[in-house]
């Protein structure tokens, strides 16, 4: 009786600390091992007879099986929580930091891209010249913001972020473009002004 | 008790079960129970105690099976925790930074022929959360006999 139920208490630990790491699950067993010893040992001390020691494994056993149970819940709740968590960051920061890379690019070719854009359509044989002045407009809005930028990183990406809505909203004849290159631009923008490394102008 | 007027007949039976739950009543596995962040479950209280007068009677450090030992004598109880209720009540007691533990030396588990063992020893922090939880029971004992006489 009591090498049954020390042996079921022991498969029952191995069972339960499966798939947790490999320190959390030799401590548990070492741990159980121990107390299943010491009562062993402090029993026979005592003079108790051995089925009734294993009796008293037994239902220790068996009364700590929903512990035990939420104890590896926890356990590997508390190890995904913290790993996914850190792996999340890591790629937040990752992803973060490649945006605002991207961000001065992005701006660059839409303004070099709505200026000449702009000319186009003013030197153009059907000369849409409210159109080309909007494109024009807007490029040139582009180049002032990528210029203020550098003096304040605030009004700058404010000046970019307003043109490329507006110019959103100009195209909205081809939104599957217009749209999705806008809010990439604003994410860049946004990322970029939120990330370390921003430039910053030192009050005078 | 007196009877509280808005109260249906129902509502005051249950007013007075209310009043009659203490905090030993309370079960751990209840999962309606939801514990206030830092209050101490009744294990976890006899841990620190039965740990802290191992201390006072000269073993600073105890391991899982002799503090299991130590509740059963506290407590009077038939039978010794749980394991899977005892090491849990552990790791969420050194978890809250209430005990330390360690591994004992191997030479020396060796030498007795016997597992290492994992001691515990409860930190300054259990001692104070066991003071604070003791008080707060003298405070509610004491304010209980009001409300039954009220």
Redesign the interface.
């Known amino acids: 009786m009591l090498n049954a139920a020390s042996t079921l208490?022991r498969s029952w630990t191995n069972l339960y600390t499966r798939g947790l790491s490999s320190d959390q699950r030799a401590?548990?067993i070492?741990?159980?091992?121990?107390?299943v010893?010491?009562?062993r040992?402090?029993d026979a001390e005592a003079g108790l007879p051995a089925a009734d020691t294993g009796f008293?494994v037994l239902?220790?056993?068996?009364?700590?099986?929903?512990?035990?149970?939420?104890?590896r819940r926890a356990t590997v709740t508390g190890s995904r929580r913290s790993a996914s968590f850190l792996m999340n960051m890591r790629g937040i920061r990752m992803f973060t930091r490649f945006l605002a890379g991207l961000a001065p690019v992005l701006v660059i070719v839409l303004a070099v891209f709505q200026l000449f854009n702009g000319i186009g359509i003013l030197l153009s044989v059907e000369a849409k010249f409210v159109w080309g002045l909007i494109e024009l407009g807007t490029g040139l809005a582009l180049v002032a913001g990528l210029v203020t930028y550098r003096r304040s990183p605030r009004v700058g990406s404010t000046i970019i972020i307003t043109t490329v809505v507006v110019a959103a909203g100009f195209h909205f004849w081809m939104p599957f473009l217009a749209f999705p290159v806008a809010l990439l631009v604003i994410a860049t923008v946004v990322a970029r002004l939120r990330g370390p490394g921003s430039p910053r102008v030192e009050p005078a | 008790m007196r009877p509280d007027p808005r109260l249906s007949p129902w509502g005051e039976q249950r007013a007075a079960e209310s009043a009659a739950l203490t905090y030993e009543k309370i079960s751990s596995?209840n999962p309606l129970m939801r514990r206030k962040p830092g209050a101490l479950l009744p294990l976890e209280l006899q841990i620190l105690e039965a740990g802290l007068d191992l201390r006072r009677r000269g073993d600073d450090e105890f391991?899982?099976?002799?503090i299991?030992?130590e509740i059963q004598e506290h407590e009077g109880a038939r039978?010794?925790?749980?394991?899977?209720?005892?090491?849990?009540a552990l790791?969420r007691l050194e978890k809250a930074g209430l005990l330390t533990s360690r591994?004992e030396d191997p030479a020396r588990a060796e030498k007795e022929g016997?597992?290492?063992?994992?001691l515990y020893e409860v930190t300054g922090a259990g001692a104070r959360a066991y003071s604070r939880a003791q008080l707060e029971h003298r405070e509610r004992s004491n304010s209980a006999p009001e409300l039954e006489t009220s």
């Open positions: 208490t401590s548990r070492a741990e159980i091992e121990s107390d010893w010491e009562h040992a402090s008293e239902v220790r056993f068996v009364f700590g099986i929903p512990a035990d149970l939420s104890w | 596995y391991h899982g099976f002799s299991a030992r039978r010794l925790t749980a394991h899977g209720t005892l090491y849990k790791a591994w016997r597992p290492r063992r994992r």
